[in-house]
């Protein structure tokens, strides 16, 4: 994790029960479990357990690593916001596509990718556009994510760019899948 606030700190809420079986909430707090990537996306994780069905008595568990994918029969739910990747000022774009390559390098693929961040991930992605403009860059095709427009992302190779000049925040739960 890292030293910088967030964009703005979110708040959890959880209920529960009492001893008496009465619903209460047993937590009201910042979320701490949130980073920020050299591109500047910042990621919140909002709730993770580590199987299904999910106990009601149980709190998050903590994520193994800097916000990793859920493992075995887990979830994860999360909230990212991109920011604008300066689509249209070279200099930007490129120190945009160096921290990209960084991140991710070249995964997923046979070959090189000339798309910097192309990546894929052991989990299904079912994603919900809140605010914002999002481009999904896949192998073969993009297209431009707005709010109210969901993607079921499933381990595909794919990468993100915000084109736009406002930042783009996605709501995410990421459930672990194999690949065929």
């Given at each position: 994790?890292?030293?910088?606030?967030?964009?703005?700190?979110?708040?959890?809420?959880?209920t529960?029960?009492?001893?008496k079986?009465?619903?209460?909430?047993v937590?009201?707090?910042?979320?701490?479990d949130?980073?920020?990537?050299?591109?500047g996306?910042?990621?919140?994780?909002i709730?993770?357990?580590?199987?299904?069905?999910?106990?009601?008595?149980?709190m998050?568990?903590?994520?193994?690593?800097?916000?990793a994918?859920?493992?075995?029969?887990?979830?994860?739910?999360?909230?990212a916001?991109f920011?604008?990747?300066g689509?249209?000022?070279?200099?930007?774009?490129?120190?945009?596509?160096?921290s990209?390559?960084?991140?991710?390098?070249?995964?997923?693929?046979?070959?090189?990718?000339?798309?910097?961040?192309?990546?894929?991930?052991?989990?299904?992605?079912?994603?919900a556009i809140?605010?914002?403009?999002?481009?999904?860059?896949?192998?073969?095709?993009?297209?431009?994510l707005?709010?109210?427009d969901?993607?079921?992302?499933?381990?595909?190779?794919?990468?993100?760019?915000?084109?736009?000049?406002?930042?783009?925040?996605v709501?995410?739960?990421?459930?672990?899948a194999?690949?065929?």
């Amino acid at each position: 994790m890292t030293s910088e606030e967030p964009y703005e700190p979110m708040r959890r809420v959880v209920t529960g029960e009492n001893a008496k079986g009465r619903s209460v909430i047993v937590s009201d707090a910042t979320i701490t479990d949130w980073v920020r990537r050299p591109t500047g996306l910042s990621i919140t994780e909002i709730w993770r357990t580590d199987s299904l069905p999910a106990r009601t008595g149980d709190m998050p568990s903590p994520p193994e690593g800097v916000l990793a994918a859920p493992t075995g029969q887990g979830v994860a739910f999360r909230i990212a916001v991109f920011p604008p990747d300066g689509g249209t000022n070279p200099e930007q774009m490129a120190e945009y596509e160096a921290s990209m390559r960084d991140l991710y390098g070249d995964q997923g693929g046979q070959q090189a990718s000339e798309v910097a961040g192309m990546h894929r991930t052991d989990t299904i992605d079912v994603m919900a556009i809140i605010d914002g403009e999002l481009c999904l860059l896949l192998d073969e095709g993009e297209t431009v994510l707005r709010p109210g427009d969901f993607l079921v992302q499933r381990g595909t190779r794919h990468a993100w760019r915000n084109r736009s000049d406002h930042s783009c925040t996605v709501v995410t739960a990421m459930l672990p899948a194999a690949r065929e």
